[in-house]
């Protein structure tokens, strides 16, 4: 994990778990709009879930949201308008593919273990790894 996908966790974490008890499962984030005089927007999807104790949830949900980071380590929520309202994407998906879903924007920069474990036990690493050659 790079420093700017280091500083995105930390910003998720802080905003969506200030608790301890939500869970990532994996984490992707592409570049999707670039302007000269505006810091890019980066597109972040998310897989989520709770956890109690060492225990977790055998479901997720997952959403899309965006944020804009520049090279000076500022990095803040944007386009919430887009899907900080509403339900999200994925709600209540068993954890075996969140893995898949979440590869559908780009290759993760975070899987949890659970979610790998989850994810090889489904054989949805194995279809996840063969649309992304084709």
């Known amino acids: 994990m790079n420093k700017e996908q280091e500083r995105l966790v930390s910003l998720l974490e802080s905003t969506f778990n200030p608790e301890g008890d939500i869970h990532f499962l994996a984490i992707a984030e592409k570049q999707i709009q670039i302007h000269e005089k505006e810091r890019p927007v980066h597109q972040v999807r998310v897989a989520l879930t709770f956890k109690e104790g060492e225990t977790v949830n055998p479901y997720y949900d997952g959403t899309d949201l965006f944020v804009t980071m520049d090279d000076k380590d500022n990095i803040q929520f944007t386009l919430e308008k887009e899907w900080a309202d509403g339900p999200?994407?994925?709600e209540g998906s068993p954890i075996e593919?969140?893995?898949?879903?979440?590869?559908?924007?780009t290759e993760p920069f975070y899987i949890s273990p659970e979610a790998l474990a989850a994810a090889i036990n489904s054989d949805n690493v194995l279809r996840c790894?063969?649309?992304?050659?084709r």
């Open 97 to 105: 593919f969140a893995l898949s879903w979440v590869s559908e924007l």
């Open 88 to 90: 999200p994407a994925i």
């Open 129 to 133: 790894r063969q649309e992304d050659l």
